[in-house]
T-cell receptor, first 115, second 113 residues
Framework: DGGITQSPKYLFRKEGQNVTLSCEQNLNHDAMYWYRQDPGQGLRLIYY???????QKGDIAEGYSVSREKKESFPLTVTSAQKNPTAFYLC??????????????FGQGTRLTVV | AQSVAQPEDQVNVAEGNPLTVKCTYS??????LFWYVQYPNRGLQFLLKYITGDNLVKGSYGFEAEFNKSQTSFHLKKPSALVSDSALYFCAVRGNNNNDMRFGAGTRLTVKP
């Protein structure tokens, strides 16, 4: 919402395939995040990036990869190594890394299903 | 490391009655506390936050939250619930030296007419 776009909204993956989820923002925010949401478990951090060409692993980075080649884009690749990828994936942005008192803004999410 | 607990998976209230959604937290140093709301198949929307100052924080859609340092709680409240308030609510915490925001498991609020 408000300048952050996730696509596609729904994505289906076959076993053994890699898929890439898109997150784009036009608010010139520095920090971008990827979360995974499963029922009853809240949001878990996969990766985050504070500046271009730099990113850090979150709690559940295994089986995922990211890149931050441009400030406005932070794509997430779900690799075949991720054994249970079916979930709702949320991208979030924040104006500047280190501004701990600012809220994050979330995209509309991508629902990934393994078929 | 910081953490958040939302002790109730589900809260049911009648329309017009007051509602409370509970949240407790654990963090080193001063906390930054946030409430978000999520509607089905949508992203999270920011409701309100506590940074410093007045313990009672007012936010969007008539919601407010009370910060209680001694009880390490940040409960979300609304004096009169609406059916349209039915959604999933998340509490989140961030420490003052940490860029990592931690979320609770969420509480599903159902407001019945």
């Amino acid at each position: 919402d408000g300048g952050i776009t996730q696509s596609p909204k729904y994505l289906f993956r076959k076993e053994g395939q890699n898929v890439t989820l898109s997150c784009e923002q036009n608010l010139n925010h520095d920090a971008m995040y990827w979360y995974r949401q499963d029922p009853g478990q809240g949001l878990r951090l996969i990766y985050y990036s504070q500046i271009v060409n730099d990113f850090q692993k979150g709690d559940i980075a295994e089986g995922y990869s990211v890149s931050r080649e441009k400030k406005e884009s932070f794509p997430l690749t779900v690799t075949s190594a991720q054994k249970n990828p079916t979930a709702f994936y949320l991208c979030a942005i924040q104006p500047r890394a280190g501004e701990f008192n600012t809220e994050a803004f979330f995209g509309q999410g991508t629902r990934l299903t393994v078929v | 490391a910081q953490s958040v607990a939302q002790p109730e998976d589900q809260v049911n209230v009648a329309e017009g009655n007051p509602l409370t959604v509970k949240c407790t937290y654990s963090v080193s140093g001063n906390p930054y506390l946030f409430w978000y709301v999520q509607y089905p198949n949508r992203g999270l929307q920011f409701l309100l936050k506590y940074i410093t100052g007045d313990n009672l924080v007012k936010g969007s859609y008539g919601f407010e939250a009370e910060f209680n340092k001694s009880q390490t709680s940040f409960h979300l409240k609304k004096p009169s619930a609406l059916v349209s308030d039915s959604a999933l609510y998340f509490c989140a915490v961030r420490g003052n030296n940490n860029n990592d925001m931690r979320f609770g498991a969420g509480t599903r609020l159902t407001v019945k007419p």
